[in-house]
């Protein structure tokens, strides 16, 4: 891949608005678009590209799916498995993720956004990033997995090194982050063994539960899901609260019109999930050389699906740039995937956004950004740190 001409440089330094500049400018020249950067890899930035590498059976998960590459440590289903190896996890798990589900969160994670902002109104302002939305997601994933309260502390913190471990792109940070996190899952399905529960209502049970073929599930690969759902949902509720947070300071009339209106939120979050879309590195590759966009991707070849960009698509979202609220076909929008590897948490990450929102809004008359946004790595796009002032 050496040899392929460097269309853009995924390392350089990156503020809340040049990345999507630098994607507008791919769109247009280079949609399907080669670089060095990171290991070396393709990015397909068109929504059209970007939708059919989701779907389609010739590019798979199980070389790379993610850039960087960051499992060093072992398979983690379902995401590291392809159809139909990865459709037992996804079995077990999908019944505890449905709408109902997440909605019996809600009044937890209400709970938790006031105790959280509570310290934050009482100083007027403070990080929505660092003391809100690196916590919610953490609790709120917590309880779904049904975790003992002492232990939420450490996967936050353990969570967060390897969150930041990967943005550094060091691969034995990566590894140690990482296998701590595996000795939380080791803890946690001990647990469940010494301690069951049932199924029908927590993830470790259910999966220690399935049967495939007549077959318990591999231990090695129950471990694996275990530490995939650790950590999979902490990073995107974390960057789109403040990637909204960010939007919502620029605009203080839509600000102050989604506090007037707190039904609005709903579809507000919408528009700001095509808008701020979380994720750029999610990766595929192709079981043989694919023609794409006037080129050709090798066999094995890490092809970034970067849905931050597809999202912002003229040709599908016009004024893609633009937040334009209730816009006739939002639904098409990528921000939870697309096939067989779309986000199974959808539900759960729509109810957080909604409650933070709805929580922030109703504790503030009014806030401003107060310091410098700090912006994530890849595969994540979006705020790290965006300190506000409350009003």
Known sequence: MSQIPQDFDPEQPEDFDSAYAEYARLRRECPVAHTDGLGGFW?????????????????VTSVQNVVPKVAFT????????????????????????????????????????RKLLAPMVERGGGDICVEFSS????????????????????LHDAGRAFILAVHSTKPESMK??????????????????????????????????????????????????????????????????GNIAVHLSRDQALQQRLRDDPSLVPAANEEFLRLYTPYRGFARTPVCPVEMGGRTIGK???????????NRDDDVFPNGSEFIMSRPNIGEHLAFGRGPHNCPGLHIGR??????????????????????????RWPEIGALSVPLRFA
């Open 351 to 376: 109810m957080q956004l909604r409650v933070a929102m709805e929580e922030i809004l109703a504790a503030t008359t009014r806030f401003e950004l107060d310091g410098e946004v700090v912006m994530s």
């Open 135 to 154: 916590y919610l997601p953490v609790h709120v994933f917590g309880e779904w997995m049904r975790m003992p309260e002492e232990s939420l502390q450490t």
């Open 43 to 59: 990015a397909l930035t068109r929504y059209e590209d970007v939708k059919r590498a989701a779907s389609d059976p010739t590019f």
């Open 74 to 113: 072992g398979r983690r289903p379902p995401l590291h498995l392809n159809p139909p190896e990865h459709t037992p996890y996804r079995r077990a798990l999908n019944p505890l993720l449905a709408i109902d589900r997440a909605e019996a969160l809600a009044p937890h994670t209400r709970d938790l956004s």
């Open 176 to 241: 140690e982050t990482s296998l701590r996190l595996y000795d939380m899952a080791r803890d946690l399905i001990a647990l469940r063994h010494r301690e069951p529960q049932d199924p029908a209502n927590d993830p470790t049970s259910a999966l220690l539960a399935a049967r495939h073929n007549g077959e318990p599930l591999p231990d090695d690969m129950i471990l694996g899901t275990v530490r995939q759902v650790l950590v999979v949902g902490m990073v995107a509720p974390m960057v789109m609260i």
């Open 300 to 310: 094995d070849e890490a092809v970034a699906l970067v849905y931050a960009s597809a």
